[in-house]
C-alpha cells in the first residue's frame, strides 16, 4: 500500500522554526496560569543579577574615585526597576491564580448541587460545607 502525494503544502505547520517558536509560546503561556510565581520569579532574576552587579561595579569605581561609568548605574537602575516590577507582578498573578482555584472550585460545587437528584430547596440553599 502506497501513500497519497501531498496535494497542497499543510497549513499546521508552514516550517520547524515556526512550529518551535508556537509550541514555546504555548508552553510560556501555560507555565505564567499555572505557575506564575516561577515564571516572574525567574524573569526578576534573571533582570536582578546583571542589575546589582553593574550597580556593585559603580559603587566599587565611585569608591576609588573613578569618574565616569555614568551609564552603567543607570543601566543597574532600570535594572533592578525592572527587577521590582516582574518580582510584584509575580506576586499578584500567584494571588489571581489563587482566586481562580477558589472560584473553580465554588463554580464546581455549585454545579454539583444543581444537578444533584431530589435535593430539597434548604438543602440546595445552605451554604458550602467546609472540609
Known amino acids: 500500500m502506497t501513500a497519497r502525494p501531498p496535494t497542497r503544502p499543510s497549513r499546521l505547520i508552514r516550517s520547524v522554526p515556526e512550529y518551535v517558536v508556537r509550541a514555546g509560546l504555548t508552553a ?23 542589575g546589582l552587579l553593574l550597580g556593585l561595579r559603580g559603587s566599587v569605581y565611585h569608591l576609588q ?29 500567584e494571588l ?12 464546581a460545587e455549585l454545579r454539583r448541587r444543581s444537578f444533584a437528584p431530589s435535593t430539597t430547596a434548604q438543602e440546595r440553599d445552605a451554604p458550602p460545607r467546609r472540609g
Do not use: W
Not at 69 to 93: E, K, N, P
Open 28 to 50: 510560556l503561556r501555560a507555565t505564567a496560569m499555572h505557575r506564575p510565581l516561577t515564571l516572574f520569579g525567574a524573569l526578576s532574576a534573571a533582570a536582578f543579577v546583571p
Open 65 to 93: 574615585g573613578v569618574n565616569g561609568h555614568v551609564q552603567s548605574l543607570v543601566l543597574a537602575a532600570c535594572l533592578l526597576t525592572v527587577a521590582a516590577v516582574l518580582g510584584v507582578t509575580g506576586v499578584i498573578a
Open 96 to 107: 489571581l491564580r489563587a482566586q481562580r482555584r477558589v472560584t473553580e472550585d465554588l463554580r
